[in-house]
């Protein structure tokens, strides 16, 4: 083992950026601890200017090439990157839950498989772009996917291989290349997945990740002027200061962001459904963005689903992620914690009352909570926490529901539980939300659009809206044969 490798769990992990095809160290470092107990996993590259600037340069000298190579050899490629995924979804379970402290076994049953599934996706759509020809006034138009170019994608931590290739993939199946910058509380299953995909033969420079702060790497590299696309999943202030950048170099960005969604419980609905739906939001601790954390409950129905809700989310088991049995592990960060406890205790200062929880628990655990009392203009309400932090409110009518749910800022998600079909149908063309799920949660196909309105970001990602994304989609107009003789 040299310096740079970080052992995690028995699985190396080469701490350093990945340029041009090269491991690359820094002179300086940051220090990557677990939140499963606060263990150093090691000493991760930092980089800044320099590195973004090297890595920029490598994308820029790997584009030609990769974005003439034929789909059918590109795709070949990420199915590799896929297959080499696929063997390695146990290390890269074990060392994203160390490294994250979401559970592992969501991590080797659901989170990897689905890692692998973003290539074998994105390459399989590529080979079926196409957009028919069409005729005016005898001319021929032919509608084409041309690569854009470099592309920075820049990810958190909560998903991170999930979210990062979510990016990566469809950016490199579109002809692009790519520098990742994953977030720097979760910087290691991107540093395996550059060795995945070299041993897959993606070329030297086709796909670059640089480790490092959001202020140090993540801008030196989102204001390089040869970025052609940046992508940015993470909170709304860094997407402002993103965006602004972009703005200076008049390159596409598109937004994935927070949320404050909501969950609508009618009466009408199966309370039994209902109730689990609401316990689902505890999932990884709450740091989901498409978590509904405000549930909203028909009055007549409110006593008997918070009385099933409470009983329910009282038999979670909360500890260490590692463990099979645990459903809810701890939160990435101490300032995490911090943060989400400032939320709580200001919120109960104001009035709320804890219905469940409402303070952290040993260690880098926060209580899963549950807070009535709640003003619609409360800082509860109408900000993210991403923590184990539930709202709720009572309705009376679906007009009131209805505007209940929109008034945040934010428009990610919505969750409707309701046995009224037609119900259903009224509220969910009212409601203002990237997705809309009906009786039912995190239901996701990589065809289907995703993003969010208002604040919770700008574009769709997804089957064709990610190609349209990440190409300079053209259109050539041929004149008739024989127009020119
Ligand atoms: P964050 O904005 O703090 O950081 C996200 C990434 O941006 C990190 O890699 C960070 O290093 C980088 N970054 C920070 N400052 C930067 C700068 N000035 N320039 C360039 N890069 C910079 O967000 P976070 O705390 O890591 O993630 C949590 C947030 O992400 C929550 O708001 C959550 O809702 C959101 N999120 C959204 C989605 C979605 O798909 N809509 C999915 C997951 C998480």
């Given at each position: 083992?040299?310096?740079?490798?970080?052992?995690?769990a028995?699985?190396?992990?080469?701490?350093r950026?990945?340029?041009?095809?090269e491991?690359?160290?820094?002179?300086?470092?940051?220090?990557?601890?677990?939140?499963?107990?606060?263990?150093?996993l090691?000493?991760?590259?930092?980089?800044?200017?320099?590195e973004?600037?090297?890595?920029?340069?490598?994308?820029?000298?790997?584009?030609?090439?990769?974005?003439?190579?034929?789909?059918t050899e590109?795709?070949?490629?990420?199915?590799?990157?896929?297959?080499?995924?696929?063997?390695?979804?146990?290390?890269?379970?074990?060392?994203?839950?160390?490294?994250?402290?979401?559970?592992?076994?969501?991590?080797?049953?659901?989170?990897?498989?689905?890692?692998?599934?973003n290539?074998?996706?994105f390459?399989?759509?590529?080979?079926?772009?196409?957009?028919?020809?069409?005729?005016?006034?005898?001319?021929t138009?032919?509608?084409?996917?041309?690569?854009?170019?470099?592309?920075?994608?820049?990810?958190?931590?909560?998903?991170?291989?999930?979210?990062?290739?979510?990016?990566?993939?469809?950016?490199?199946?579109?002809?692009?290349?790519?520098?990742?910058?994953?977030?720097?509380?979760?910087?290691?299953?991107?540093?395996?997945?550059?060795?995945?995909?070299a041993?897959?033969?993606?070329?030297?420079g086709?796909?670059?990740?640089?480790?490092?702060?959001?202020?140090?790497?993540?801008?030196?590299?989102?204001?390089?002027?040869?970025?052609?696309?940046?992508?940015?999943?993470?909170?709304?202030?860094?997407?402002?200061?993103?965006?602004?950048?972009?703005?200076?170099?008049?390159?596409?960005?598109?937004?994935?962001?927070?949320?404050?969604?909501?969950?609508l419980v009618?009466?009408?609905?199966?309370?039994?459904?209902?109730?689990?739906?609401?316990?689902?939001?505890?999932?990884?601790?709450?740091?989901?963005?498409?978590?509904?954390?405000?549930?909203?409950?028909?009055?007549?129905?409110?006593?008997?689903?918070?009385?099933?809700?409470?009983?329910?989310?009282?038999?979670l088991?909360?500890?260490?992620?590692?463990?099979?049995?645990?459903?809810?592990?701890?939160?990435?960060?101490?300032?995490q914690?911090?943060?989400?406890?400032?939320?709580?205790?200001?919120?109960?200062?104001?009035?709320?009352?804890?219905?469940?929880?409402?303070?952290?628990?040993?260690?880098?655990?926060?209580?899963?909570?549950?807070?009535?009392?709640?003003?619609?203009?409360?800082?509860?309400?109408?900000?993210?926490?991403?923590?184990?932090?539930?709202?709720?409110?009572?309705?009376?009518?679906?007009?009131?529901?209805?505007?209940?749910?929109?008034?945040?800022?934010?428009?990610?998600?919505?969750?409707?539980?309701?046995?009224?079909?037609?119900?259903?149908?009224?509220?969910?063309?009212?409601?203002v939300?990237?997705?809309?799920?009906?009786?039912?949660?995190?239901?996701?196909?990589l065809?289907?659009?995703?993003?969010?309105?208002?604040?919770?970001?700008?574009?769709?990602?997804?089957?064709?809206?990610?190609?349209?994304?990440?190409?300079?989609?053209?259109?050539?107009?041929?004149?008739?044969?024989?127009?020119?003789?």
């Open positions: 083992m040299t310096e740079h490798i970080t052992p995690v028995g699985v190396a992990v080469d701490a950026h990945w340029i041009g095809g491991r690359v160290a820094s002179a300086a470092t940051f220090t990557d601890v677990s939140p499963i107990d606060g263990a150093v090691g000493e991760i590259a930092r980089g800044g200017q320099a973004a600037d090297a890595a920029v340069a490598a994308a820029l000298a790997a584009f030609p090439a990769w974005a003439a190579t034929p789909r590109r795709a070949r490629i990420l199915h590799a990157v896929a297959d080499g995924v696929d063997k390695r979804i146990e290390e890269l379970a074990v060392v994203e839950t160390h490294d994250n402290g979401a559970l592992l076994r969501s991590h080797r049953r659901g989170v990897m498989p689905r890692v692998a599934h290539f074998r996706f390459a399989d759509w590529l080979l079926n772009l196409e957009h028919e020809d069409f005729e005016t006034r005898g001319h138009n032919h509608v084409s996917w041309d690569p854009a170019g470099p592309c920075v994608l820049i990810t958190p931590w909560n998903a991170p291989l999930m979210l990062a290739t979510w990016k990566v993939a469809p950016a490199l199946a579109a002809g692009n290349t790519v520098i990742l910058k994953p977030a720097e509380w979760s910087p290691l299953t991107a540093s395996l997945l550059a060795d995945i995909a041993e897959a033969g993606l070329p030297p086709v796909l670059n990740v640089v480790q490092g702060y959001g202020a140090e790497a993540g801008s030196a590299l989102v204001a390089h002027p040869d970025v052609r696309r940046i992508s940015f999943t993470g909170s709304v202030p860094t997407a402002k200061t993103i965006a602004a950048s972009a703005a200076a170099n008049l390159v596409p960005a598109s937004f994935e962001l927070g949320g404050k969604s909501p969950l009618f009466a009408d609905a199966d309370i039994e459904l209902a109730t689990d739906l609401a316990v689902e939001q505890y999932d990884n601790a709450g740091q989901v963005c498409l978590a509904a954390t405000r549930l909203l409950v028909e009055e007549s129905v409110a006593d008997e689903f918070t009385r099933r809700f409470v009983e329910k989310a009282a038999r088991t909360q500890g260490d992620p590692r463990d099979e049995a645990t459903d809810i592990g701890p939160n990435i960060h101490p300032r914690l911090e943060k989400i406890d400032g939320f709580v205790r200001r919120a109960l200062a104001a009035g709320a009352r804890a219905v469940m929880g409402g303070a952290p628990g040993e260690g880098q655990y926060y209580r899963p909570t549950l807070l009535a009392d709640v003003a619609q203009d409360s800082e509860i309400v109408q900000e993210e926490v991403f923590g184990p932090v539930l709202t709720l409110q009572t309705f009376t009518t679906e007009e009131e529901a209805v505007r209940l749910a929109n008034d945040t800022r934010f428009g990610l998600a919505a969750t409707v539980a309701t046995g009224d079909q037609e119900r259903a149908g009224r509220v969910t063309a009212q409601l939300a990237g997705t809309v799920w009906v009786n039912c949660f995190f239901v996701r196909d065809q289907a659009p995703f993003g969010g309105s208002r604040h919770s970001g700008v574009g769709r990602e997804g089957g064709t809206w990610s190609f349209d994304f990440y190409c300079d989609v053209k259109n050539t107009v041929t004149a008739p044969k024989g127009w020119a003789d």
